[in-house]
């Protein structure tokens, strides 16, 4: 029998968004495939990586987290997966299944996320958004009818 544990913190029946504040993390128990158990615990404002230790966990689903809070549950031997968001219930499946990389369960700022090809539409007279406009020329206003004045 293979067994995991996986943590994920809760708001409101989603992953929440910053897992340093999240006052819920529900375990879940994953055996041949399969979840065979769930179970929700409190979380105080210290000792998360060993809190989620003694409770045997193996894998954290999360959102976002600090750099440290990550440094800290990898260096007591727990997987974290960042970036994930959605219904928890949703989350926990895919990652079973195997379709957690799908883009409905990435944050919208994911670094796993595909890049659009914006530039193409831009190139093609595409509306440009106002970070791809010219700088004003230096030493002038850049408004319509107001006297450009020289640097001096």
């Known amino acids: 029998m293979i067994e995991m544990r996986l943590a994920v913190p809760v708001w409101k029946d989603r992953v929440s968004p910053v897992f340093d504040v ?4 529900d375990i879940f128990t994953v055996e041949n495939g399969a979840v065979t158990g769930r179970s929700e615990h409190r979380l105080g404002s210290r000792a ?3 809190t989620l230790s003694i409770l045997a966990v193996d894998v954290v689903l999360c959102s976002a987290l600090s750099r440290t809070l990550e440094t800290a549950l990898r260096a007591v031997g727990i ?3 960042r970036e994930v968001c959605g219904p ?4 926990v499946q895919a990652y079973v299944n ?3 990389a799908e883009e409905r369960f990435l944050t919208p700022a994911s670094t796993r996320r595909p890049r659009r090809q914006e530039a ?3 190139e093609a007279g595409g509306d440009r958004g106002a970070h791809d ?3 004003p020329e230096a030493g002038g206003h850049d408004e319509p009818g107001q006297p ?3 640097i001096t």
């Open 22 to 25: 999240a006052s819920r993390v």
């Open 48 to 50: 998360r990586p060993a």
């Open 79 to 81: 997987e974290v997966v």
């Open 88 to 91: 928890v219930d949703e989350v």
């Open 98 to 100: 195997g379709t957690l």
């Open 120 to 122: 193409a539409a831009g």
């Open 133 to 135: 406009k010219e700088p």
């Open 148 to 150: 450009k004045t020289p």
